[in-house]
């Protein structure tokens, strides 16, 4: 089945900085998410993002599909942003269920 | 708009006693998902419904977990009996629909946290 790959498995920052997560899969997909889970175990949803770029605030993702991969960028770091990050993607070849697949995860902490 | 909705939100058991979770989605949400996370892990997949019927529960112990969903809304999840195993968080997700493209995006409940002691 697809792997899915995040990196850097952990992360810390000082506030104010800037910082760029990474999602490699290993074969096509058809959907690709990002989430923020923060310390209290809730995912929220930062981008749905099979291609291209969106930007929301301080957060933008990249996602180049044609060479397996998607980025998100986080500038001007607040403690807030701490928590876990994970890309989940629904295989383009599949059983026909789409369902998602989770990534690795990132463990982001930012230091006041 | 409402989220999706999960009750309890923490629960302990003893192993061997069941425990059943509730999950309300976002209104005019085909798709629902329980997922199970496991500390230090991602969420996996453990059952898919599209209205009323399954989808995919191939990740599903169906020998003590079972799902319903039975009047294409909301849904419980139960384990019966549970093991030490089972500890984990259980999250519940909804989508519009379960295809491709942007009708696929998920939208996740806060999560039930169960102990098994």
């Known amino acids: 089945g697809i792997q899915v790959e995040q990196s850097p498995p952990d992360l810390i920052l000082q506030e104010g900085a800037n910082s760029t997560l990474r999602c490699n899969f290993s074969?096509?997909?058809?959907?690709l998410q990002w989430f923020h889970q923060n310390p209290w175990g809730q995912l929220i949803n930062l981008f749905y993002?099979?291609?291209g770029t969106k930007q929301n605030g301080r957060l933008s993702a990249t996602t180049v599909a044609t060479e397996r991969y998607s980025l998100l960028y986080i500038s001007s770091s607040q403690t807030t942003d701490s928590g876990v990050y994970f890309c989940?993607?629904?295989?383009?070849?599949?059983?026909?269920?789409?369902?998602?697949?989770f990534g690795t995860g990132t463990r982001l902490k930012v230091l006041a | 708009e409402a989220g999706v909705a999960q009750s309890p939100r923490y629960k302990i058991i003893e192993k061997r006693q069941s425990v059943a979770f509730w999950c309300n989605p976002i209104?005019?949400?085909?798709?629902l998902y329980w997922y199970q996370q496991i500390l230090g892990q991602g969420p996996k997949l453990l059952i898919q419904?599209?209205?009323?019927?399954?989808?995919?529960d191939s990740q599903l112990p169906k020998d003590r977990f079972s799902a319903e969903r039975l009047k294409g809304v909301d849904s419980t999840l139960k384990i019966q009996p549970a093991k030490l195993e089972d500890s984990a968080v259980y999250l519940c997700?909804?989508?519009?629909?379960?295809?491709?493209?942007?009708?696929?995006?998920?939208?996740f409940g806060p999560g039930t946290r169960l102990t098994v002691l």
């Open positions: 074969d096509s997909v058809n959907n």
């Open positions: 419904f599209q209205n009323n019927g399954v989808v995919d």
């Open positions: 993002i099979p291609s």
């Open positions: 209104s005019g949400h085909a798709t």
């Open positions: 989940a993607v629904v295989p383009r070849e599949g059983s026909g269920t789409y369902k998602y697949i």
């Open positions: 997700a909804s989508s519009f629909s379960g295809g491709r493209g942007s009708y696929n995006e998920q939208f």
